[in-house]
């Protein structure tokens, strides 16, 4: 909510193609027109399946984010955040379970499924000019 009352500033989340297109969450292009929105979409999902690896060795390290908990939602918002800051903790250690980042099981998807792009074109054209920027920049 606070991102659709544009409390968030710039902040942006990324989204696969599930989720509409809003000004606030950028998704992949449905059919990418050339190398420019080929490589944002790659980019976008490299970036996604960084933070979806992540999320995986954290349920992985505590269960309970996976098979749900009984009870109390703000009990359940401390267990989330004790949770996020003992595995930061651990990760920080070099604790064992980071050797999961190497799981097989992860997929890395690179094409994505199909979607609607129909909502707010304009805010992912402004990041795809941003990204061509980039490309001509390094090319």
Known sequence: MQFENGEMGNGLLLGDSAYPLRSYLITPINNP??????????SLIRTRTVVERTFGIWKRRFPILSVGMRCRV????NIIVATAVIHNIARQERDAIDDLEDDPLIENV???PPRND????HHRRELLEYFEQLYNHRN
Request: cysteine-free.
């Open 74 to 77: 703000e009990l359940a918002q």
């Open 118 to 121: 129909n909502d707010n074109h």
């Open 33 to 42: 027109q050339g190398e420019i929105e080929t490589l944002f979409n790659e």
């Open 110 to 112: 690179l094409a994505p």
